[in-house]
């Protein structure tokens, strides 16, 4: 099974120690993994913007890029979302390319639910001592139907216990380019969503998706709370540290 | 209705920073959320619900024409007259008409969303007639003189029993209440004097039924009942999208509506209203008037945001909009709040009047997989952001920042060269508490927000490196 990694522009250049905690995941579930060097962005924030034209550019590089493997497999729900459920639109007028959009977004996948639905694994090298909440980042959890494989994963975790907080669901206001266009909405929603974390007591923060991380560490880090952790649930699963540098 | 939808970001910076507005969401919010998860579950599937909702409604826009002409011809046959309006003039100089014709001198409304896009109250004044609104919360904005609603279903929903108390005291000259059946009582005691004198009502339409050609009103009043019945004339104004084709269908669609709207079962009062007083009846109007209105409808019809046109007005979408739920209705500035006005706003008024309401969108598709019927919209709003951006209605920085941008990630050598470089200048902007406190252009971010600092090093490169140091082995 040869799967194709998705590191994910974001990844690639804020954390790219998610991307390696979720290449032990997969290694260790059983997945050969390849990772085309010439990869770049999904094209999901040309998209969003409207901007179709290099949307799909960007689209068509991924489809070459990635539809020589049996799987294509990214540590966001968001970029695994737009090329699952997007890319083939982008091709309405041309039918061959609409075919090879639809051949890969057939084999795309999150990490956590291609390591429990397609791999079906149930342990993890990861260890965590204390108590983290779990926010379901909007494209996983309603593009992508990610909701119960990364809390299956989690509770394989030794030391870690799972406290969910109010309104796990609701979006943390990042949105892409939203997040800059619309700043002061943006800031507004994460705020509400780390009242919600603060409450939980937990001592991190476990989701998905760098977009939603970086918006929602950015506002607690912003309103004065140091000490929560926010972390990528690969990283968690995986026991892979994020050290800056590293 | 004036429009001032360009001055979204204005407007939701001062609505978020009003306190007790704040409070006042908040409180609303829970209660809709939390009331339409309670009644979803009383349906054996609500899926399938959905989609028969979404099949009878898009069934109706894929024939508009058709079911039309059949309502206008039971209609007809019923003893109503059928009326067309093209333009939100067109609804007010209609409705001045009939009401000229049967020397009308008040008016008592229902809720129509419709009127609104036509200041239709405006207009009966200007012409020197009064009008009064029936709906609680359209009473009571239009005693507050006429302040715009903020809600399609309950528009004075950002209102506080307070602010509502202290409005009755200052307009009724009553002594001020402080428990809601009170304030109820009152306003019941105000409205029940003008439903016995008002010469004409005008409601809006919930469905207009095709195979009767009766429309139905959706209250929890009881105030369409009354104002359709006791005066003489009744006029029914509505979109020409809100066609069904059968009662049976209606049957289907109330499963859903008052469920996604305010978590009931049931609303309390159904009307279904069928042609004038026949020989011998009781009740009913002498008169009945249908006006159907375009004003934007078939251009919607034409466009690739078509399916906005299954609404059936739940409001359910911005109940459960995060952007909504923080800056409240107002900060919308037209008739039609939250996602789906983020559709219908730019549609009616002009896309160039309107470009930041389906921009300020996280598209967390939250009101897509709420929507009774099925409307994708956050998918709708792409389009929208598609047309702008095609148009040259965003600013000239950020189409040149996309162009550039796309141009590198399409180049991974350039790209690699750039990014690494791109993340050694934040990392040090970081500093030791690695995180950014300030960035230049992206201020829209820093503003509210720290940026965590990045690693240092891209991903492919030390992905690049790993693999070198493993060597041949692998």
């Known amino acids: 099974m040869r799967v194709g990694f998705f590191v994910t522009c974001l990844v690639d250049l804020m954390r790219p120690s998610v991307g390696f905690a979720a290449l032990k995941l997969l290694e260790a579930g059983g997945a050969e993994v390849y990772v085309p060097p010439s990869q770049t962005c999904c094209g999901q924030p040309a998209f969003n913007s409207g901007d179709r034209a290099d949307a799909i550019a960007l689209a068509r590089k991924v489809i070459e890029e990635f539809e020589g493997c049996d799987y294509l497999v990214a540590p966001s729900g968001s970029c695994s979302g737009m090329i699952r459920t997007h890319y083939a639109g982008l091709f309405a007028d041309d039918a061959p390319m609409k075919a090879r959009a639809e051949a890969l977004a057939a084999k795309t996948w999150e990490v956590t639910s291609f390591l429990v639905d397609v791999l079906k694994v149930d342990r993890v090298p990861g260890r965590f001592d204390g108590t983290i909440t779990y926010h379901d980042c909007c494209a996983g959890l309603r593009e992508m139907g990610v909701k119960a494989q990364p809390r299956a994963l989690l509770a394989r975790v030794p030391g870690l216990r799972l406290k969910e907080m109010a309104e796990p669901e609701t979006c943390c206001g990042f949105g892409g380019t939203f997040s800059i266009k619309f700043g002061e909405i943006s800031a507004r929603l994460a705020d509400n969503k780390c009242q919600h974390v603060a409450a939980s007591g937990a001592d991190a923060l476990v989701l998905g998706d760098l977009g939603c991380m970086l918006n929602i560490e950015g506002r607690m880090r912003r309103r004065g709370d140091t000490k929560t952790r926010v972390l990528h649930v690969a990283e968690v699963l995986a026991g892979e540290r994020p050290e800056p540098g590293e | ?474």
């Open chain 2, 1 to 474: 209705m004036q429009v001032a939808s360009m001055h979204f970001k204005a407007r939701a910076h001062e609505k978020m920073n009003d306190a007790l507005l704040q409070a006042n969401l908040k409180k609303m919010q829970g209660k809709f959320v939390a009331n339409r998860r309670a009644s979803m579950v009383e349906l054996d599937d609500f899926e399938a619900t959905r989609d028969a909702g979404a099949a009878i409604r898009q069934r109706v826009l894929d024939d508009l024409d058709g079911w039309l002409g059949m309502f206008e011809e039971n209609a007809r046959r019923r003893g109503a007259t059928v009326l067309w309006a093209e333009t939100p003039a067109d609804v007010n100089a209609l409705v001045l008409e009939i009401a000229r014709r049967h020397d009308v001198r008040k008016i008592i409304k229902v809720k129509s969303m419709v009127s609104e896009e036509s200041a239709l109250d405006h207009a009966i004044e200007a012409a020197g007639m009064s009008v009064v609104e029936t709906d609680l919360g359209e009473y009571i904005l239009q005693i507050n003189d006429y302040e715009p609603p903020s809600h399609i279903v309950g528009p004075a929903l950002h209102k506080s029993k307070e602010e509502v108390a202290e409005l009755f005291h200052r307009k009724h000259g009553t002594p001020k209440k402080d428990v809601v059946e009170d304030l109820c009582l009152e306003a019941r005691g105000v409205l029940r004097q003008h439903y016995l004198t008002a010469d004409m009502g005008v409601s809006g339409g919930n469905f207009f039924v095709a195979e009767t050609g009766s429309v139905v009103l959706v209250t929890n009043e009881g105030n369409a009942t009354l104002a359709t019945t006791l005066p003489k004339v009744h006029v029914a104004i509505s979109g020409i999208e809100k066609i069904v084709p059968t009662l049976e269908d209606v049957a289907t669609l109330m499963r859903l509506l008052p469920r996604s709207s305010t978590g009931q079962s049931i609303c309390n009062y159904l009307d279904v209203l069928t042609g004038p007083k026949g020989e011998g009846e009781f009740h009913g109007p002498e008169h009945m008037y249908f006006i159907l209105v375009d004003s934007g409808r078939t251009a919607i019809l034409d466009s690739e945001v078509r399916e906005a046109l299954r609404c059936i007005r739940c409001g359910a979408c911005m109940n459960h909009c995060p952007v909504y739920q923080n800056v409240g209705g107002h900060a919308y500035g037209w008739v039609y709040p939250g996602p789906i006005g983020s559709i219908l706003t730019p549609m009616y008024v002009g896309l160039d009047k309107a470009q930041e309401l389906p921009a300020a969108s996280t598209m967390c598709n939250q009101c897509g997989v709420v929507c009774p019927v099925r409307i994708p919209l956050p998918d709708l709003q792409r389009k929208l952001r598609e047309q702008a951006f095609e148009q040259g209605l965003r600013p000239w920085y950020e189409r040149a920042g996309f162009r550039a941008w796309a141009w590198f990630a399409r180049r991974p050598a350039l790209y690699a060269l750039a990014s690494r470089v791109g993340v050694r200048v934040m990392k040090a902007m970081g500093g030791r508490d690695r995180v950014i406190r300030r960035l230049p252009v992206f201020g829209g971010w820093t503003d509210g927000r720290d940026m965590p600092a990045p690693a240092g090093r891209t991903f492919r490169e030390l992905y690049r490196a790993r693999q070198a140091g493993s060597g041949a082995g692998r």
